[in-house]
């Protein structure tokens, strides 16, 4: 569901089933028949296969290496390509491309082979360099800002990874807590979310409980995160 943020008034904790729909952004779900926030929580959690312990270790286990880690879906790659190709593509190349024409043009063919043959391997030689140190990059700041979540299993809280979050997992978020993935809030105290980097509303939205709610979307439901 993006970065929302939980601000509990007050600063108490609110509990919520996360992945009680679907875990966040792209990663396959647990479908439940309807829409997560229009259906009952005790119906909604019984297909999930979760209760008030939380999922064993074992089914959480089992549940991440059937539907994949809780994290954004990439782009296509060649949306990253196009980018690269506009970086390495400068006025310089665009003119001996030309001249290149221009010779094959008079019959000059190996000049002109010559000239193609340069540019090509600079331009591939700068792909190669900028798509290596873009991935390095990448990766480098994934590490550094990786976001735990406590989720409850066996019965016990655990901080896990964000990533490692599955379909059916409860989740507890503090004040100041980022939403790790789209959820049904089941038990809550004075919840608020700011919601400015999902819907560009600039006041925090108020959450609680309701078994039923009619929404297109979960950001319009006020009893799913």
């Known amino acids: 569901m993006g970065s ?34 229009t259906s009952p929580a005790v119906l909604l959690l019984e297909r999930l296969g979760t209760d008030g312990v939380g999922l064993t270790w074992a089914a959480a286990v089992e549940r991440l290496g059937r539907f994949g880690p809780n994290e954004p879906g990439r782009p296509p790659r060649w949306l990253g390509a196009v980018a690269s190709l506009r970086r390495v593509v400068s006025p310089l190349v665009v003119i001996l491309l030309i001249a290149s024409a221009v010779l094959a043009a008079l019959r000059e063919l190996i000049d002109a082979a010559v000239i193609a043959l340069l540019v090509g391997l600079s331009v591939g030689i700068d792909l190669l360099q900028a798509h290596h140190r873009s991935l390095r990059a990448a990766e480098r700041l994934r590490r550094r800002v990786e976001v735990q979540a406590t989720v409850k299993r066996d019965g016990s809280w655990h901080d896990i990874s964000v990533r490692d979050i599955v379909p059916g997992d409860r989740v507890r978020l503090s004040a100041g807590d980022i939403v790790p993935a789209d959820a049904r809030l089941i038990s ?20 609680q409980l309701s078994d039923t709610v009619i929404a297109v979307d979960p950001a319009e439901a006020s009893n799913a995160l």
């Open 4 to 37: 929302s943020t939980a601000v509990p008034k007050g600063g108490d904790e609110s509990e919520t089933a996360a992945g009680a729909a679907t875990p966040s952004m792209t990663a396959p779900v647990l479908r439940p028949q309807a829409a997560f926030w």
């Open 188 to 207: 809550a105290n004075a919840l608020l979310l700011d919601e400015a980097s999902y819907t560009g509303e600039s006041l925090p939205v108020e959450r």
